[in-house]
């Protein structure tokens, strides 16, 4: 089985920037309950990468010896 490839046009932060707007407008639209959890979850998920990605690309971080 042959997996697709995609050519992005946008960075991995974008991406978890656009994604976490979406999910929080979204958020917004639902009334108060679960799925409305279930998305403000998603979007601290997102902002939680956007952070790790920042961290492991910085300048100041090493490789480990």
């Known amino acids: 089985m042959k ?3 995609i050519k992005h046009t ?3 932060e974008q991406r978890l920037a656009m994604q976490a707007e979406r999910l929080k407008e979204q958020a917004q639209t639902v009334p108060p309950g679960k799925d409305r959890e279930m998305l403000l979850k998603r979007v601290q998920q997102t902002e939680t990468a956007s952070r790790i990605n920042a961290w492991l690309t ?3 971080l090493r490789s480990p010896e």
């Open 3 to 5: 997996r697709k490839r």
């Open 58 to 60: 910085s300048p100041g």
């Open 10 to 12: 946008a960075t991995f």
